[in-house]
């Protein structure tokens, strides 16, 4: 019964060699936070593990490669956050959990590395790829924002325009953002923001303002 | 009189050579907003003003410098709207002012091109005197949000966490811009920004929000 015994063995490797995938990313995502994706080399990304160049290239073919697969790893939590969203009630509610849950990615998967503005360096069917993913999770953006304006929770603004400054806002943290820094945290930063940039969208309740 | 008739002709010469490298500049702003900033060469750059890459030497060294002319000049544009925003009164008529002409270097200076992420493939000098010139615009933001809600114009927010909100707003519009597009319109996406980002912070006129 070769299955049996090859079924659980093959999947503690592939754990295995997911956990140790999910290292180099996230060396790789440290390094390019330091020294910019260019600059960063594989012996980078290799000495922050410990190992030697030679062993990464039983994971990961090139440099570009461990960068699309930083790429996917941030596009299928926006796609999982994305789906999450559809189980909360009402537009404002909606779109404040996708702004904070967005904040967490950026600020813990990504790590705050600017490593996510690259993507003309990309090969062409990996940009494509990775433009695709981005453009579903802004429709999903656009979608709670029109359904708010809709309803009357929001204000008659242009759904495109709003959910490019809430996309810039939270992309921007890999700018500035440092891990484990003693100013902002991460916990408040989503709070702050989804507050924020909710209120910027919200109908006017009261008397006229300025 | 050799300095009078030199005066005349040598600024004549300075007049040509400024036009000359605010052409190179725009020329590399378009270049590395279709193909990225690494993979923008000096014959592309050349070949959209009509010329021999060896005419560029004239005028910039390297590709570096010719990057580090771009960011001077968006910052020194930076610096002048932060003089002007000066005669502006009150801090949301100054918030907004500050954000509608940053809007427009962005689309107009820039021309949306994402050159201006580029800061790490700076040698060191360069990059802090950018560093610092971004610091000194951020600076001159957070100030007006503190003097709004010191004067109970604005709500009581994190300055810091605002003016992040804003500028990665603003600054993001370079990955997303195309000047001459059929879609959103330069002059009224300042306009919308600023409505956007300034009612976020507006202080509750009327009966408490959800």
Tied chains: 1, 2.
């Excluded at 242009?158 to 953002?177: C, E, H, S, T």
Aim: glycine content about 10%; charged content about 30%; overall charge positive.
């Amino acid at each position: 019964m070769p299955n049996t015994i090859q079924g659980p063995l093959s999947s503690h490797r592939e754990r295995k060699r997911a956990r140790r995938r999910r290292e180099i990313i996230r060396a790789a995502l440290e390094a390019g936070r330091e020294k910019g994706y260019h600059a960063t080399t594989l012996d980078d990304i290799a000495g922050r593990l410990g190992i030697r160049k030679a062993a990464l290239y039983h994971y990961f073919p090139d440099k570009d490669a461990i960068l699309l697969a930083c790429h996917r790893e941030s596009l299928s939590e926006l796609e999982r956050i994305a789906g999450d969203s559809r189980a909360v009630e009402g537009p404002a509610r909606r779109l404040s959990f996708l702004i904070r849950e967005h904040v967490r990615i950026m600020t813990e998967t990504l790590e705050g590395s600017p490593l996510a503005f690259e993507v003309t360096v990309l090969p062409a069917a990996a940009r494509a790829e990775v433009i695709r993913g981005r453009d579903r999770f802004e429709g999903v953006l656009r979608g709670v924002v029109a359904e708010g304006i809709e309803g009357g929770e929001f204000r008659a603004v242009d759904p495109k325009v709003a959910v490019f400054a809430i996309l810039g806002a939270v992309n921007w943290i890999a700018r500035w953002y440092r891990p484990g820094g003693g100013g902002i945290q991460p916990a408040g930063l989503g709070d702050a923001f989804a507050d924020y940039l909710l209120r910027g969208l919200a109908r006017e309740s009261g008397r006229a303002r300025p």
